[in-house]
């Protein structure tokens, strides 16, 4: 068995152990309820971003892009929702999610859509927001878009299908 | 009752939908795309109407139904899949109902914002206290749907096959 220089699978364990957050999430109503939470972060954040984005590429024309950017706020905290709850799953079962293909697939897209994020407040909102409500936003703009609601999209897909793999340890890709 | 679902499990679509290696994980993740994209939408339109970021582009978000309806469709195929591999989990459930409920409920009230409310803007750009009432708890039938959708898993009863 190889050696996980970065992760304790068994010492997250103790820790959520000892915290208590195990006990809480194997009772009957901790797994489930963390799940809900776990959805409705997700609903927000894709409610608020997705349909940032779908505008951008010119779906619901006429909505003004500043007006819709107002709901951010409610896709940051279902986000925060969202990584609080997930990593509520992780550190119960750090061996099922650690080195889970479907995890890591997920987890590296959250990167990526992080990237694409900070290089569109950078680059590109500005200009976004000067668009008129009738109006597509500048090309640049519709790049960031769809390669933020594909990662979007990819997040939940791998999410779905994480039950799918039973993790053994040579799926640790930095092992 | 249970005869029929039963029968139901028996149809050569239904046992390929729990026999096929990627049938079932296929149809999970177009019912989440699909869901995602109708309570998105239904989120959006109902937080607007509720006061969020007002603005004279309010009647707009009528966009957004089209929106709503693309996710439905994709939510409903695949959501009928999922079904007939085990009809006997869900349609026992009360769960189920109350999943189907409130998200029927959501869409046919922003539905009728979106006649109403929304129809009226470009006149009346903020929207009556009774249309905000309605957003809010369209918005509140968005999250039951999705809370009690996420907890089907965890409380059906019946399985039946095998």
């Keep these: 068995m190889p050696t996980d220089p970065i992760f304790d699978p068994a010492a997250i364990q103790q820790w959520a152990n000892d915290l208590g957050i195990a006990a809480f999430m194997q009772s009957p109503w901790g797994w489930p309820l963390v799940e809900v939470f776990h959805f409705i972060g997700l609903c927000l954040l894709f409610g608020a971003v997705g349909m940032f984005d779908l505008r951008m590429l010119g779906v619901a024309r006429g909505v003004s892009l500043r007006q819709l950017h107002r709901l951010i706020p409610f896709g940051v905290a279902g986000f925060a929702t969202s990584v609080f709850t997930g990593f509520l799953f992780v550190v119960t079962a750090p061996d099922q999610y650690l080195y889970n293909p479907a995890l890591q697939t997920k987890l590296a897209l959250m990167g990526l859509a992080g990237v694409n994020m900070v290089m569109f407040y950078a680059t590109a909102a500005r200009r976004v927001s000067a668009t008129g409500p009738d109006d597509l936003p500048p090309m640049r703009a519709r790049l960031f878009a769809v390669v933020s609601l594909a990662c979007w999209l990819g997040v939940i897909a791998c999410g779905r299908v994480i039950t799918a793999f039973r993790p053994p340890w040579n799926w640790c890709l930095w092992c | ?162």
């Design chain 2, 1 to 162: 009752m249970i005869g029929l679902l039963a029968a139901i499990e028996q149809w050569p679509l239904s046992i390929w939908m729990r026999e096929d290696p990627y049938a079932y994980f296929v149809a999970l993740i177009f019912h989440a795309f699909g869901m995602a994209l109708l309570v998105g939408a239904g989120i959006v339109i109902s937080l607007r109407v509720l006061g969020v970021g007002k603005g004279p582009d309010l009647h707009r978000l009528r966009g957004f139904v089209a929106v709503m309806w693309v996710g439905a469709v994709l939510a409903i195929v695949s959501g009928l899949l999922l079904l007939s591999a085990y009809p006997a989990k869900a349609l026992t459930n009360p769960v189920f109902a109350v999943k189907l409920a409130s998200l029927l409920a959501a869409a046919l009230l922003v539905r009728s914002m979106a006649a109403t409310t929304l129809s009226a803007a470009p006149r009346d750009p903020q929207p009556s206290a009774r249309s905000r009432v309605l957003a809010a708890l369209a918005l509140a039938l968005w999250l039951i749907g999705v809370a009690a959708g996420k907890l089907l898993l965890h409380t059906y009863t019946v399985l039946t096959v095998s």
